[in-house]
């Protein structure tokens, strides 16, 4: 089994399929976007389908896929049937902005995908312009519509962005009251291609459970999994829930079972790492199955405390990866 030194059991992989987008994220990478990297350095399917096995043969129950944007990448869809043959996985969820993902959902839901997280941080369109640097909210809309209407439980990724969308919080809430899904808030993250932005209000944790209690009465927390990355709520009588998620703040470190894999093979321990090792390099130079799950058990040994440790271990000067390459 895959155990760190502190004791916490790893059973949930991260996997970026691609580094490739359709959006410009501004809180993802800079506005001028980010050279990506040859095809021939990216894992193929087969390497990817391999890693998965070997590590759910030794405690890895659950996958995210993830990218840049998964279904980005020409036979996306055929890695998606691959992978429901690993009975090993009791869960495969994807990372999606949406824009692709339209004509899909009903293979989706024959795969017995768990959950789509769609990313949708403004519910106006000229917000969604100046964010996501695309025009693409109707379409987007659209298809969280259609997520509602299916079989797929939906989690809708909100990026809380100081000076740019902290005022549809409630707002965002609110759609939870007749529509059953869950709405999750994340901290904006220093991951954009330039390092951690000047703000003007630091909208954490805290603040953004005030801003919503500000708002609504008989609000009650929801027991989740240890391992969980959202702190979850529920307004009384509303269908959905909300979530919010810690990501800069790091208060969930300490029962972490998360690890990653980008689209080129990097193994990172923590999200605030530079990386570990290149799996993809091991791989081809011949190894074997041992060989990679002996490599898995020896570098999760070494995953840190927490977010704090592994970003004052880093050998650059802070942190300014772009989401966008190491995988949402």
């Avoid at 609504?216 to 998620?245: H, L, M, P, R, Y």
């Avoid at 208060?251 to 998360?258: A, E």
């Avoid at 570098?299 to 704090?308: A, D, E, H, S, Y």
Wanted: some cysteine; aromatic content about 10%; charged content about 25%.
């Amino acid at each position: 089994m895959l155990v760190d030194s502190f004791g916490r059991k790893i059973t949930y992989l991260r996997l970026a399929v691609t580094d490739r987008c359709n959006l410009r994220c501004q809180y993802c990478m800079p506005a001028e976007g980010i050279k990506i990297v040859e095809r021939k350095d990216l894992l193929t399917f087969k390497e990817m389908y391999r890693i998965t096995r070997v590590l759910s043969e030794l405690g890895v129950n659950k996958i995210r896929l993830t990218g840049g944007e998964p279904f980005v990448r020409k036979d996306f869809i055929s890695f998606l049937d691959m992978l429901s043959f690993n009975d090993k996985l009791d869960e495969i969820n994807i990372t999606t902005n949406g824009a692709l993902i339209a004509p899909h959902i009903p293979k989706l839901e024959q795969l017995n995908i768990k959950n789509i997280n769609l990313s949708l941080d403004t519910l106006r369109a000229d917000r969604f312009l100046k964010i996501k640097r695309r025009n693409l909210f109707h379409e987007t809309y659209k298809v969280f519509e259609n997520l509602l209407e299916s079989s797929l439980n939906l989690k809708l990724n909100v990026v809380v962005q100081s000076g740019f969308n902290t005022d549809e919080i409630v707002d965002f809430v609110s759609l939870t009251k007749d529509k059953n899904f869950e709405v999750r808030f994340i901290e904006e993250m220093p991951f954009n291609g330039s390092g951690q932005r000047d703000m003007q209000e630091n909208w954490d944790f805290t603040k953004i459970l005030a801003e919503v209690q500000n708002s609504f009465e008989n609000i009650n927390a929801i027991a989740t999994k240890k391992s969980a990355t959202a702190k979850k709520f529920q307004v009384k009588n509303f269908k959905g829930t909300f979530g919010i998620i810690p990501a800069f703040t790091r208060t969930i470190c300490n029962d972490c079972n998360r690890i990653r894999i980008t689209a080129t093979g990097m193994f990172k321990n923590c999200l605030f790492d530079e990386g570990v090792f290149n799996i993809r390099d091991f791989i081809r130079q011949g190894a074997s199955d041992e060989q990679l799950k002996n490599l898995f058990i020896n570098t999760v040994q070494k995953k840190p405390k927490n977010g704090f440790i592994a970003e004052a271990n880093r050998l650059s000067n802070g942190v300014s990866e772009s989401m966008w390459t190491i995988g949402g």
